[in-house]
């Protein structure tokens, strides 16, 4: 059975700072007509870094949606017509100080496909040095540092719930020294 959806017609609704939302009436694979709302996003980048220390740096910072403190691997939203990752290098060093040696890419997720379009590019880097934190002047966070088995831990008592995060965890695991 053929399952692409064919766009009818499309009508921006909103347009805010970071997101636009859009309403498209489709047609369904069967011929019956339906709508599809989309927010689109311009995708962003998270990065888990190994300290000189052997330690993941994570963030700890206030996340408005769920008014509540979250732990993440440094993270961030993609400039128009940025590189994935220069995105990631950047925001690195902006979150937490640190400059990495080398980074390695492992994919990409897709943090909610029924209604989002965002890619976050996921990077693995092994070795960082210290250079200097560089938060945006809005930007307020804590950086910890955990071990992965602390973090899988974490991860599996309810007390690490970032999506980008927990992928970028289990994504890792196979270039993990051990």
């Known amino acids: ?29 069967d ?10 996003h311009p995708g962003g ?3 888990a870094a190994v300290n000189e220390n ?11 949606a769920f008014k509540t ?8 939203k ?26 390695l890419s492992l ?10 379009t965002e890619r976050i590019y996921l990077y693995y880097a092994p070795n960082t040095h210290f250079v ?3 938060l945006d002047p809005q930007e307020f966070l804590n950086v910890k540092t955990y071990s992965y088995d602390q973090l899988m831990t974490m991860a599996h008592h309810n007390l690490i719930n970032d999506g980008k995060t927990l992928a970028l965890l289990l994504r890792m695991k196979p270039h993990l020294k051990d």
């Open 132 to 134: 200097g934190q560089k």
């Open 31 to 40: 011929g019956n007509r339906s709508m599809r709302e989309l927010v689109e």
């Open 78 to 103: 993609l400039e128009p017509g940025e590189d994935p990752l220069e995105a990631a290098k950047r925001e690195l060093i902006e979150e937490t100080g640190y400059e990495a040696d080398v980074m």
């Open 54 to 64: 052997g330690e993941l740096l994570i963030v700890e910072q206030f996340r408005y």
């Open 1 to 29: 059975m053929e399952l692409k959806e064919k766009t009818l017609s499309s009508e921006l609704k909103f347009t805010g700072r970071i997101i636009r939302v859009i309403h498209d009436k489709i047609e369904l694979p």
């Open 107 to 116: 994919g990409e997720v897709w943090p909610s496909v029924g209604y989002l």
């Open 45 to 47: 980048v998270c990065v």
């Open 69 to 76: 403190e979250l732990l993440e691997f440094p993270a961030g």
